[in-house]
């Protein structure tokens, strides 16, 4: 059973510009939650969506903004980017809300 | 808004040690993660439990719901469990889940 994959591995992007990472889910699994992982800050919960739809997303500004696609894969696009957006990215998949978590490795965003 | 206290933060030991990374919470939830994170970002989910006692394998995890705290163990470590181990809660009704700041542990051979 493939995991969860996300790509790109690494992004780096300038202030201002916009970033897009996806993410594909464990076949099966219909949750996909985005986690931001920034230097000294632990995991922030970013979002969630579970059949397509957006469920709950964290305290983020709205230019973090996502979607999921009829496959449940999924991506989370950063708008108007800051250099405090640099982190790591990371997405999980469960087979349905409240179940166990698989996580990617991770997408690594510089911005510079 | 579910808070979440790990300690120690920082442990370092011998192989063959028994190690206890603890965990509390404060407010009451349905279940609990146990998160392992290795150098360079990747994370495997090692438990996730609502009661009572699990095991795998050389890892075991423990709640008390009442007291609001679990406990994750690790018998006969070995270097390779050298990671970040993280606790992980629901967000008070939201799904999203609520982070320790992480256990850094280093197994010395």
């Known amino acids: 059973e493939a995991g969860v994959t996300q790509s790109p591995t690494h992004l780096i992007k300038t202030r201002g510009q916009q970033a897009t990472l996806r993410c594909s889910p464990i076949?099966?699994?219909?949750?996909v939650y985005w986690y931001q992982q920034a230097l000294g800050l632990g995991l922030q919960f970013l979002l969630w969506?579970?059949?397509?739809?957006?469920?709950n997303r964290g305290n983020f500004p709205p230019r973090f903004s996502g979607r999921q696609f009829p496959n449940y894969s999924s991506e989370l696009n950063v708008n108007a980017l800051e250099l405090e957006d640099s982190a790591l990215y990371l997405c999980?998949?469960?087979?349905?809300?409240?179940?166990?978590?698989?996580f990617g490795n991770g997408t690594r965003l510089t911005v510079t | 808004k579910n808070e979440v206290e790990q300690s120690p933060q920082n442990l370092t030991a011998q192989e063959g040690e028994f190690i206890t990374i603890n965990c509390s919470y404060s407010v009451g939830i349905s279940a609990l993660h146990w998160l392992q994170q290795h150098p360079g970002g990747g994370i495997v989910s090692l438990f996730m439990?609502?009661?009572g006692k699990k095991k795998h394998g050389r890892l075991i995890a423990t709640i008390n719901i009442q007291e609001k705290h679990s406990s994750l163990h690790i018998t006969a470590s070995h270097p390779r469990d050298s990671a970040v181990y993280i606790c992980a809660v629901p967000s008070g009704g939201a799904d999203g889940l609520t982070f320790g700041k992480g256990t850094h542990l280093i197994i010395q051979p």
């Open positions: 439990l609502s009661s």
């Open positions: 969506y579970d059949e397509g739809e957006e469920r």
């Open positions: 076949s099966g699994h219909t949750s």
């Open positions: 999980a998949s469960s087979i349905r809300p409240l179940s166990p978590l698989h």
